[in-house]
């Protein structure tokens, strides 16, 4: 933990992180959907999260800003487990949805991701059509008896997320064809068709240009009336826009969550001003 | 030992250049050779004049490089020379080393037929009248006698002028030869010396030549491949002469005994390929059955579900299978599958026979079956269809994998609607280029399949294959100009635009799998 500060002794204000700390702003909510208690999370040897504790409200959108490598990215990916992918990542501490422990033992991992769904940085369309790539979801975890339901539930998905009017007509086309911005609009739809509690977005946006990047952040801010919704930026403008509430993280710790407009007007710890500032970043 | 390097290599030479240059008939080829051959003896050793001349280059390379460091003292250090020493020392010992090489081929190639030529002149008057293959064994006669082969009043005291002509121009090849090829040597260091200067750049010289060296290589592969094909090509329409086209392409009958006396009973010689193809194509057939289902999950454990370790040791295990002889496997699948094989179907007839099951009681497996080549062709082909699948596997983007986990999909899931169906065309394109190789594959085959061009689709029959009638059609002694033999040529053309094809077909499929990511 020494080590990890001393290697950015070049930038004086880390020192204000010790091996204690605590988060500033208001971390714990009443009757949230998702509550973490001191999370650590490993790499091998190496610490990448230090007992980090956060509420996660319910139908609320959460930013988690932060200088690269500071573990909001990782911090996400154990919210639905997609860490179990990676054979050397550890998770320790309490990670709760709804007053159940994802890392129960008991929990089976393929009902936790469909209740916690998850958009990646880079749009990921599977290599088959449109289509079969909304239906994908509803397929594995048979969600529709029919093929009218299925259709159906297509339909309604591509709606959701604006797509619809776009692809209605070449449904059976490709969806690697699609730009990247409606591949990531139909990778949201993908995930919302399995009608997720939770939908994780690791940073959504950056592969995207400004328009495309304005409508998927408008589907966000449509989604989180239904849906609670995590989203990692490494845009303040971003944060700003769809959060309700934002989290900054820094060298693995979480420094400081608020509400999002208190957090960038006001902040209460030194490291989230240099930050918003431009001074770390 | 050196002596018949020397001669090996000269052989060859003599081949080669007949081969390209002209349409000599093999016997006058083979008198060409020992008349070659034989001038060979009492010349200075080819390998030694080869080390010389690498010797020779290597002390041009130092001159060159002490040349440089000198001449970019006075001029304020090697930073003002227009290139680096090691381009001048390059530069210098190719100037010594490429012509000494140019002239000791030339040399070697040319001087047989040069001093063949001289002595011609000297022969009588009347042996000059004779036709070209007389004339050639009366040189090698000539040749001969100054060997100390015969004598020359055998021969003739006419052709005395002749065999002492020869002595005296072999001896002056023998010993100019060396000569010639050292004073290049030396002349070439020295004009590569004199290039050595600080305005000129080395380096677009070497450059040049190591470029040209590389185009050299590369184009000798593809130039090889034109000259199979060529040489293949027109054989075969030598056969299309005597067989019509159709009836080869069409025929059902495989039989390619040609009477050798007109009155001769049963040879009537009959080349319909179908049989072969058939037989060709089941034993694929069986071996893909094997190979392809067995590769593709081995693949898919190995890059999904292993760990590490395991990976670790399967995957060079499953190498080592590819490692295995075909020789190998060929005397596995006749002396070890094929007797099983028909073992168990003689218990499984003697059991229906008990039993009245009729279609038992007549199981009839014959000791060579197409089941038991294609079963170990099959175990053969295994570690390309897995290897391959392997490749394409892993390169499915992990971004992929991560979107179906995160969608709540488990890992059989993933593999059965993600991962394959992105990797299918890929597979594909293995699957293709392994269905070629047993298409190709012969000597598993020659050992297990047998000889009989059955046209049945009957895994337990005995059938051939195209690599076995040809092999059967070459070996032993052959007229060239038989159908017989030239419907060996015939087969590997076939064979060949098969092949070619399935591997056209298998690398634009995989040519297409790659673009998708990329």
Redesign the interface.
């Known amino acids: 933990m020494n080590q990890i500060i001393m290697n950015t002794a070049q930038q004086p204000l880390v020192d204000i992180v010790t091996e204690t700390y605590q988060t500033s702003g208001l971390p714990l909510l009443e009757d949230p959907k998702m509550r973490v208690r001191n999370a650590n999370v490993f790499y091998g040897a190496k610490q990448a999260i230090f007992d980090v504790n956060l509420d996660i409200g319910k139908n609320q959108v959460i930013s988690m800003i932060g200088p690269s490598g500071c573990g909001k990215s990782t911090f996400l990916r154990c919210l639905n487990r997609m860490n179990d992918t990676i054979d050397i990542c550890r998770v320790e501490g309490e990670l709760l949805l709804e007053d159940q422990d994802i890392y129960d033992k008991k929990i089976d991992v393929v009902e936790l991701r469909a209740r916690v769904g998850m958009v990646f940085q880079k749009p990921n369309p599977f290599p088959k059509s449109i289509y079969e790539n909304v239906a994908y979801g509803a397929r594995i975890h048979g969600l529709t008896d029919n093929k009218v339901q299925l259709d159906e539930l297509v339909e309604v998905s591509l709606i959701r997320c604006g797509l619809w009017n776009e692809v209605k007509d070449r449904l059976d086309e490709p969806a690697t064809g699609l730009s990247g911005g409606q591949q990531q609009r139909l990778c949201i739809a993908r995930a919302i068709a399995v009608n997720p509690e939770v939908i994780l977005m690791d940073e959504p946006c950056s592969a995207l240009d400004p328009i495309a990047t304005a409508t998927v952040e408008e589907l966000i801010h449509e989604l989180s009336e239904n849906f609670t919704i995590c989203i990692v930026t490494h845009s303040m403008q971003q944060a700003a826009r769809v959060s309700q509430r934002t989290a900054y993280f820094h060298l693995g710790k979480l420094i400081e969550v608020n509400d999002t407009s208190q957090v960038f007007t006001n902040p209460e710890h030194q490291l989230t001003e240099e930050y918003i500032t431009g001074r770390i970043g | 030992m050196f002596r018949l390097e020397f001669r090996l290599e000269f052989r060859l030479e003599v081949w080669i250049g007949i081969a390209c240059f002209s349409n000599v008939d093999i016997q006058s080829a083979a008198s060409e050779y020992s008349v070659v051959g034989k001038l060979s003896k009492g010349k200075m050793n080819l390998s030694t004049l080869l080390l010389i001349i690498l010797a020779g280059s290597a002390v041009a390379y130092f001159l060159g490089y002490t040349r440089s460091q000198q001449i970019a003292k006075p001029i304020g250090g090697v930073r003002n020379l227009a290139a680096l020493p090691t381009y001048y020392a390059s530069m210098m010992s190719l100037w010594a080393l490429i012509p000494a090489l140019i002239v000791l081929f030339l040399w070697s190639v040319l001087d047989g037929s040069i001093i063949t030529s001289l002595v011609k002149s000297s022969l009588p008057a009347e042996a000059k009248q004779l036709s070209d293959e007389n004339l050639g064994l009366v040189m090698s006669q000539v040749y001969n006698v100054s060997q100390g082969i015969g004598s020359l009043d055998t021969l003739g005291q006419e052709y005395g002028p002749a065999v002492s002509r020869l002595n005296s121009l072999s001896s002056i090849s023998a010993k100019a030869m060396p000569v010639l090829t050292i004073l290049v040597l030396i002349l070439g260091a020295i004009l590569g010396l004199r290039a050595v200067k600080p305005t000129n750049n080395a380096r677009y010289a070497v450059e040049k030549v190591f470029n040209i060296t590389l185009f050299v290589c590369s184009s000798i592969a593809i130039f090889t491949t034109f000259g199979i094909v060529f040489s293949v090509l027109f054989e075969s329409l030598n056969f299309f002469q005597k067989v019509p086209f159709f009836d080869f392409l069409f025929g059902t009958h495989w039989s390619p005994q040609i009477a050798i006396r007109a009155d001769q009973a049963g040879a009537s010689g009959s080349f319909g390929v179908i049989p072969l193809i058939v037989g060709t194509l089941l034993i694929s057939f069986i071996a893909l059955l094997i190979a392809v289902p067995v590769g593709l999950m081995s693949a898919i454990y190995l890059s999904e579900y292993a760990s590490a370790r395991v990976r670790g040791i399967v995957k060079p295990a499953l190498e080592v299978l590819a490692g295995v002889p075909t020789v190998v496997y060929g005397f596995f699948a006749a002396l070890t599958v094929a007797p099983a094989i028909r073992r168990y179907g003689d218990q499984l007839r003697d059991w229906g026979a008990e039993n009245d099951i009729g279609f038992l009681a007549n199981l009839a497996v014959s000791s060579e079956s197409a089941l038991a080549a294609g079963l170990v062709m099959g175990v053969m082909i295994i570690p390309f269809v897995s290897s391959l699948s392997d490749d394409v596997i892993n390169a499915v983007?992990q971004?992929?994998?991560?979107?179906?986990?995160?969608?709540?999909?488990?890992q059989s899931?993933t593999i059965k609607?993600?991962i394959f169906?992105?990797a299918l065309p890929g597979v594909v394109g293995g699957v293709l280029l392994a269905a070629s190789r047993a298409i190709g594959e012969t000597m598993i085959v020659v050992m297990a399949a047998g000889l009989a061009a059955n046209l049945t689709v009957n895994p337990l029959d005995a059938v051939t294959t195209v690599t076995v009638q040809i092999v059967t059609l070459l070996v032993g002694d052959q007229e060239f100009d038989s159908a017989k033999t030239l419907a060996a040529f015939a087969l590997g053309l076939f064979l060949f635009v098969i092949t070619l094809a399935l591997n056209v077909i298998a690398l634009k499929v995989v040519k297409k799998y790659r673009e998708?990511y990329d």
Not at chain 2, 401 to 407: A, H, N, T, V
Request: proline share 11%; aromatic share 6%; hydrophobic share 25%.
């Open positions: 983007p971004s992929l994998r991560d979107g179906s986990y995160g969608l709540g999909a488990t899931e609607k993600v169906p992105a998708q």
